[in-house]
């Protein structure tokens, strides 16, 4: 152990718990909430806290009642709660999805939790200290890699549906191939009118304003954007 052996049922392990607990939940907290994310500190920390509770609580009825505790139960049920509430923080608008990330910090909170609250602290300390490291580090390489990347994709707001062959045929002839295409009809008013989202493989790299001077060449497209 790096930390020391922190699993005894005394009541110093137990306060060190959920100091640990409050200090890792609220340094990951203060990391979303820092970049302006819909879970900040007092809602992560209020998560850990509460799955580290879970936890003592296990380990309480089983030291005071052996035999009715079941380790594996109440740890179950905060995994799975605490996904429904990840759920809340997921929008998908326009095609993109926002909060993924806030719902998988909270899910790894709660772990975190877990982790403090059985006593495996040096555990919880590492992962915490490699999740905050990815989450800042990882979006740089991401961004590196997108800009490096052939795949671009692309939503295109059409004024009528039958222009979208012309389109795509205009792209391949840019040697700009269409690796799938999601067509979505917003207005229920009986026009013609569609939303087209395309995921292009470019053979050769492009810029995006490439790609928008080749799909604009038509008078019905209404709006481009690309999705990062």
Not at 6 to 27: C, E, K, M, P, Y
Request: aromatic share 6%; net charge neutral; with cysteine.
């Amino acid at each position: 152990m790096i930390f020391g052996d922190f699993s005894g049922w005394t009541a110093q392990n137990l306060i060190i718990r959920i100091v640990v607990s409050v200090v890792l939940g609220g340094a990951i907290g203060l990391d979303r909430g820092m970049k302006h994310r819909g879970a900040g500190t007092k809602t992560i920390t209020v998560v850990c806290l509460a799955s580290t509770l879970v936890m003592l609580t296990e380990q309480y009825i089983q030291v005071n009642f052996p035999g009715l505790a079941n380790m594996n139960r109440l740890a179950a049920q905060v995994i799975s709660g605490v996904g429904f509430l990840g759920v809340g923080t997921i929008i998908i608008s326009n095609h993109r999805v926002k909060g993924l990330t806030t719902a998988a910090t909270l899910w790894a909170s709660a772990s975190v939790g877990l982790a403090v609250g059985i006593g495996f602290i040096d555990g919880a300390v590492l992962i915490t200290l490699i999740m905050l490291c990815s989450l800042h580090v990882l979006p740089f390489i991401e961004r590196f890699a997108t800009r490096k990347s052939r795949y671009c994709n692309v939503i295109i707001d059409l004024e009528e549906s039958r222009y979208i062959h012309k389109i795509v045929q205009e792209l391949k002839e840019a040697d700009i191939s269409v690796d799938s295409m999601e067509i979505s009809t917003p207005h229920a008013n009986g026009d013609d009118s569609v939303v087209v989202h395309l995921v292009l493989y470019m053979k050769k790299p492009k810029e995006n304003m490439e790609i928008y001077e080749i799909i604009t060449k038509s008078d019905k497209v209404i709006s481009v954007d690309f999705l990062r």
